[in-house]
């Protein structure tokens, strides 16, 4: 079935699809932001332990999420067919390998300390980093869940009550953050073990309540009609593109925490630094994974239909938009660094002054790189929606860890530029990675034939 859109049409459809699944990001990621301010008022050494702490579990977080961000393509191409049986298949199988490969890597977060200090981190920061991912080890598998139902109403272009729940998992979260680290109501002083108890619970209640609307808006797809029976050809499906999803967001991810391991190296001022301009960038960056979920999921409901002409102008215009929002915050980084950094400082921090003077010129590079950054998310993203994964994970490894790792190195220490030198690997390799992407899925045929 085809559809005949302009332009303006398509824009405005991305747009209602995607500003709510950008503000999920943002407020997802206002959950961490509140965990690093909150942490930055306690003390620098904290900050510095949870920047590490909470890169670990990412990396693991992110590479376990494939399976979840395999549902977005799954999903929105069975939707655009009417095919609820495969709707269910998919999310219930991803539930599965999610759960699966949570209890498989929970080990790992017993050797934290050990594995922090062989890569250069000071052991009184690696030993704060412990409890913290002792704890947060067993929030992978609500977190993983939840990153499944995310992908499931996203996919269904149900935005809404994903942003809805996130909002309310921020307030809740700085709520429980400010009872466990600093020990109000009577609770004890936790510090960065306060923090991880509260990702905890946050991650859980967002599990329940999206589970309760799931069983209660889309009886349709009857997602929890017999929850144990496996289903193979589905899970090989999923496996065979969250895999590689998952390298794929790795390659990104572990690229920037292999940064915070170099910047560990140099101080801890700078490590706070680094943390704090990352957490701007990735504030930006959100707005673009919104974006670019859009575009996998107007992609893969246009493939589902077979409409190539609607596929393509509504990539056009994904794209067009994208660059739209790397220019506004650009400009927003240029215009007030000093005022950004600086809510990440307590007024009496005695290295302010030295992390705002760090801060000041990374945040030079994190202007830079905004146009790149959203450029290589919203090519994957397209390509994902073609159900595309595995050339643009080797893509992705090649951009990140041949070029943009080595690079980062060698400016950054060879060179002797410090922290500047770091990031401006992350700008090599991110600008390989959208160009290579781009031109995959804007020079391939699509396969809509197929």
């Known amino acids: 079935m085809t559809m005949e859109r302009t332009y303006f049409e398509h824009a405005k459809k991305t747009l209602a699809l995607g500003l709510p699944l950008a503000g999920s990001q943002i407020a997802q990621f206002a959950v961490h932001m509140t965990d690093v301010v909150m942490m930055g008022w306690y003390g620098l050494d904290e900050l510095a332990a949870l920047v590490l702490a909470s890169g670990f579990w990412f990396i693991l977080f992110i590479l376990l999420a494939g399976f979840a961000f395999a549902v977005v393509p799954l999903v929105a191409t069975a939707a655009g067919q009417g095919d609820t049986t495969t709707v269910r298949r998919a999310t219930r199988m991803a539930i599965w390998l999610s759960v699966l490969a949570a209890v498989a890597i929970y080990p790992i977060f017993g050797f934290s300390d050990d594995i922090l200090v062989l890569l250069g981190q000071e052991p009184h920061i690696a030993a704060q980093a412990r409890p913290y991912l002792a704890v947060a080890g067993f929030e992978m598998v609500p977190a993983l869940i939840v990153a499944v139902f995310r992908s499931y109403f996203s996919a269904l272009e149900r935005t809404r009550v994903v942003l809805f729940v996130v909002i309310g998992a921020v307030i809740l979260n700085s709520g429980l953050n400010y009872i466990f680290i600093f020990g109000n109501f009577g609770a004890p002083e936790l510090g960065v073990l306060g923090s991880a108890i509260a990702s905890l619970i946050v991650s859980s209640a967002m599990l329940v309540a999206l589970v309760i609307y799931a069983a209660k808006s889309t009886p349709e797809n009857d997602l929890f009609r017999n929850p144990f029976k496996p289903d193979w050809a589905m899970f090989a499906t999923v496996f065979r593109m969250g895999v590689p999803i998952g390298i794929t967001s790795l390659s990104e991810v572990g690229l920037f925490n292999a940064a915070a391991i170099m910047m560990g190296w140099i101080g801890t001022e700078t490590l706070a630094a680094h943390g704090i301009v990352l957490q701007l ?170």
């Open 281 to 450: 960038t990735a504030i930006a960056f959100m707005t673009q994974i919104g974006l670019s979920q859009a575009g996998t999921i107007r992609v893969g409901n246009a493939l589902g239909r077979g409409d190539e002409a609607d596929l393509r102008k509504g990539a056009l215009v994904v794209v067009a938009l994208s660059l739209c929002m790397a220019a506004l915050a650009s400009a927003i980084f240029l215009l007030a660094p000093d005022f950004l950094i600086g809510l990440f400082i307590a007024p009496d921090e005695p290295a302010r002054d030295e992390v705002l003077a760090i801060g000041g010129v990374l945040i030079l590079f994190a202007a830079g790189m905004q146009f790149s950054d959203g450029g290589q998310v919203v090519a994957l993203s397209l390509l994902r929606g073609l159900h595309d994964t595995a050339v643009p994970m080797w893509l992705a490894a090649l951009s990140y860890w041949v070029l943009g790792m080595p690079a980062g190195y060698i400016f950054g220490f060879v060179f002797d530029w410090g922290a500047p030198g770091v990031w401006m690997g992350f700008l090599v390799g991110l600008s390989m990675a959208w160009l290579t992407m781009s031109y995959r899925f804007w020079a391939q045929k699509s396969r809509i034939s197929r």
